[in-house]
């Protein structure tokens, strides 16, 4: 390991096969697991369909921030294992209408994301699509959601909560909504001038954080800043019909979701942001071309959902066997 | 012919087993001229042949040059001393004495860089001839304090980290024949990634990669968009492989002849030039930005016709630099008609630089193109560029003495370009500009807006 700063963790994870025995670990695991039930209850009533998530294929999502997607040899060709389901859902939402995975996703995270304390190299997001839905249909539901999964864990797992020593702030929807403007000029207005059309630096976005005593939403991204399905709103090029959900006191991103390009010859011109030739994609294309009804979704990690309920210091508190980049870990 | 000479020429001939080819490349290129920096270093700057020596030889311009060209270089341009010097007294202020040549301040600030010199070593690609001797030309580049590019195709065609031929390094030790060797705070590594490499997701690796890690966090690492080169704008990547490589590559190259069904020594390796809107630029420039936070930005361009269009994209997006190579750029392989046919000599791209300016676009600009010589850097200077890059007189100086060859062949630029500005009366690269320069011919004087000389 070239990084020397990273010794400290690496000697904490080597370990991490016991800390599952641990008697905080276990309450924040029966935390976790309420958790998903809570999920599950509120979109299965809601008319949402579960279904099995793939974990490898010919393409995977690139819109993963330095992230690089992890390789298996797949009988002589390259496949990726998923580092999000986006590509898939589409379809499935076009299929059944409301649909989520609790899907593994794997990105092998830059080293600089080892001390955010908020990345995880393998971890889970529920993964969520909706056809006929706009992204502010979409930012209801992920409020929604969230509202009924932590008031859902009360009920379920009070106690360990209560043992852990953790009271989420009241809050109650609506949550309040920035766009991304805003975003940049509170950062400024504090002396954090970042770049217009970049994504939110780590630190800026858990500063962002900081200043908010509930969750929020940041809207309307700069294209460029974020991927190429992300829907580009008709009349005002260059901004996107997309959005982050922000845990507050510091906790950073939640959610990211958006509106999807559904078109064929946008999608194809978007696909060129990312470097690639869009052969590259050509069964997600072909599907585009046979055409799909527009849908919004947008994807919740686990792991960061446990560390704000739980409010751990880390979000590889908040799993088994945690990988963190860099880091050689059980 | 010297015995390096005649190395250099049984290798530039055994690129394209056609002597011919070797023949006009030493005819229409001053590969002696590179040669004798190679070996003699600043040794070399004064006119003496074996025959000649100082004391004896009666010496005055050359008033004729090698071969006449059909198009304007940089070679039609003067630079113009003046007898009053303003910033000459400003620097005997400081220096309490009479300035030298050797006073002039040379750092200069390339794409995010520190560059000891205004001079990038410019990217070359996975074509034998650069990729063979990459491991001198990094350390050379490395020891000289000067950024240095990489190419495309280098690891989707010798391996990111493992070897594809034994006999060739991978595009990890070419970085590292760099990185290994890099004098902090000096120079910095250009890394591009053709449509072809994006597919493994080159960038990605090398932005996950531990071992580089180190290099982002000190900012000497760039990721380069490359928008064609000067040889052949408008077509992508060219090379040929062998017949192991062609098969192995075939699904992301385009290949006229099927390595599977037809027998060569060589297969034609074609990569796509990438399409591009000024929104698709625009969009790429912020995702690598979101994307790859820790790394400058850098644009190449070939000889395009809409470059000040580029230029302004770039310049709002805060690009850290944007190479424009000339069509006289250097090419391991390109059509002859490309060469022949296709865009602006570097002079006309210089003169796009200098419209940019003149608009008060913020871009910092370097040139390329058949740039050899410290004359080139300073008239580039002049006009707009905030520095060059150099292909070719690196491979020929390789040829001659490896790294060595490239260090002597950058002390003996590196005194011209001294001499030339000091002459110039400036002390500061930043200094050098539009009165230091004259046309010899008048079109060219009015078009770059300088003075014709016999006027």
Same mark, same amino acid.
């Given at each position: 390991m070239s990084d020397p700063g990273l ?19 276990? $309450? ?9 039930? =809570? ?71 830059p080293l600089e ?14 993964? *969520? ?27 379920? %797992? /009070? ?29 400024? #207005? ?29 809207? #309307? ?32 991103? =939640? ?9 064929? =010859? ?25 055409? !799909?009804? &527009?849908?919004? /979704?947008?994807? *919740? ?25 860099g +880091?050689?870990?059980? | ?11 530039? %001939? ?22 004798? @920096? ?44 003046? !007898? ?37 070593? %410019? ?5 034998? +001839? ?10 050379? =580049? ?29 595009? @990890?030790?070419?970085l590292f024949?760099?990185l290994d060797?890099v004098?902090e705070?000096?120079?910095?590594v +250009? ?15 090398v932005y996950t990669d531990p071992d580089v890690e180190p290099f982002f966090r000190k900012g000497l690492v ?36 099927? &390595? ?34 820790r790394?400058?930005?850098?644009? $190449? ?18 690009? #850290? ?106 002390? $500061? ?20 807006? *300088? ?5």
């Open positions: 010794a400290p963790l690496q000697d904490h994870l080597r370990t991490s096969y016991r800390h599952v025995r641990d008697p905080r670990m276990q $309450k924040v695991l029966r935390v976790q697991a309420a958790l998903g039930s =809570a999920i599950r209850e509120y979109l299965d009533g809601e008319g949402f369909t579960e279904l099995l998530p793939p974990i490898i294929g010919p393409v995977a999502d690139p819109g993963i921030r330095g992230a690089k997607q992890a390789t298996i040899n797949f009988y002589g060709r390259e496949y990726k294992v998923t580092s999000s389901a986006i590509l898939y859902k589409q379809m499935m939402a076009a299929s059944l209408g409301r649909i989520y995975f609790f899907s593994p996703n794997v990105r092998l995270e994301t080892a001390s955010t304390g908020r990345h995880l190299v393998e971890f889970v997001q529920v993964d *969520i699509e909706e056809a006929g839905a706009t992204y502010e249909d979409a930012m209801r539901r992920a409020e929604d959601l969230v509202e009924h999964a932590t008031h859902g864990v009360r009920a379920r %797992a /009070g106690g360990e909560l209560e043992a852990i020593g953790r009271r989420l702030n009241g809050g109650g929807t609506p949550y309040k909504r920035i766009s991304y403007e805003e975003a940049l000029r509170i950062l400024a #207005d504090h002396g954090r001038e970042i770049p217009y059309a970049t994504e939110i630096p780590w630190a800026e976005e858990e500063f962002l954080s900081t200043r908010f005593q509930a969750p929020f939403f940041i809207y #309307d991204y700069p294209r460029g800043s974020r991927g190429f399905y992300d829907r580009e709103h008709p009349d005002r090029p260059g901004i996107l019909r997309d959005f982050d959900l922000l845990y507050p006191e510091g906790y950073g991103e =939640a959610i990211s979701g958006a509106e999807r390009e559904y078109e064929y =010859a946008r999608v194809i011109a978007r696909l060129r942001e990312t470097g690639e030739n869009p052969s590259k994609y050509e069964w997600y294309l072909d599907m585009l071309r046979e055409g !799909i009804p &527009p849908s919004s /979704g947008f994807g *919740i990690g686990v792991e960061r959902l446990t560390r704000y309920v739980c409010g751990l210091k880390t979000v590889w508190e908040a799993r088994p066997y945690p990988k963190v980049a +880091v050689f870990s059980p | 012919m010297s015995e390096p000479l005649t190395k250099l020429f049984m290798k530039v %001939a055994s690129v394209r087993s056609a002597a011919a080819a070797g023949r006009t490349f030493l005819e229409s290129y001053p590969v002696d001229e590179i040669i004798q @920096k190679a070996k003699h270093g600043k040794d070399a700057l004064y006119p003496f042949s074996d025959l000649d020596e100082y004391g004896r030889a009666l010496l005055g311009a050359d008033i004729s040059v090698k071969q006449a060209t059909r198009f304007s270089t940089l070679d039609e341009l003067v630079l113009l001393p003046p !007898i009053f010097t303003p910033k000459r007294l400003e620097r005997m202020t400081e220096l309490a004495r009479e300035p030298f040549f050797s006073d002039v301040d040379l750092e200069t600030a390339i794409g995010g860089f520190r560059s000891r010199l205004p001079l990038a070593m %410019a990217s070359m690609g996975s074509t034998d +001839v650069a990729h063979s001797q990459s491991p001198h030309l990094g350390r050379g =580049a490395a020891e000289a304090g000067i950024p240095m590019g990489m190419g495309e195709n280098i690891a989707t065609v010798w391996g990111y980290a493992r070897r594809t031929k034994a006999s060739m390094p991978t595009f @990890k030790q070419r024949a760099y060797h004098k705070p000096l120079g910095g +250009v890394i591009q990634q053709s449509v072809e490499d994006a597919f493994d997701e080159l960038w990605h690796k760039a990721f380069e968009v490359k928008l064609g080169q000067g040889a052949k704008p408008g077509l992508g990547g060219e090379t040929k492989v062998s017949r192991d490589a062609a098969r192995s590559l075939k699904g992301k190259y385009y290949f006229p002849d099927d &390595p599977d069904t037809v027998e060569l020594d060589l297969y034609e390796r074609h990569s796509a030039p990438g399409t591009y809107t000024e929104e698709i630029l625009r969009g790429q420039l912020r995702s690598l930005r979101t994307n790859f936070p790394a400058r930005i850098w644009i $190449k361009a070939g000889p395009f016709r809409d470059l000040l269009a580029m230029f302004r994209v770039a310049s709002q997006e805060r690009i #850290d630099a944007v190479l424009v190579d000339g069509k006289e750029g250097g090419t391991g392989m390109s059509p002859v008609i490309a060469l022949k046919d296709l865009g602006l000599p570097t002079l006309a791209c210089l003169k796009r630089i200098n419209d940019a300016r003149l608009e008060g676009l913020r871009a910092p600009f370097v040139l390329s193109g058949r740039l050899f010589d410290g004359g080139h850097v300073v008239k580039a200077l002049a006009l707009g560029a905030n520095a060059v890059a150099f292909g070719r007189p690196f491979i020929v100086a390789v040829g001659v003495g490896g790294a060595k060859g490239i260090r002597n062949y950058l002390e003996a630029t590196e005194v011209e370009i001294r001499m030339l500005i000091s002459s110039l009366g400036k002390y $500061k690269v930043a200094d050098v500009s539009h009165e230091d320069v004259g046309s010899l011919d008048r079109a060219l004087a009015d078009a770059l807006n *300088i003075p014709f000389v016999y006027a």
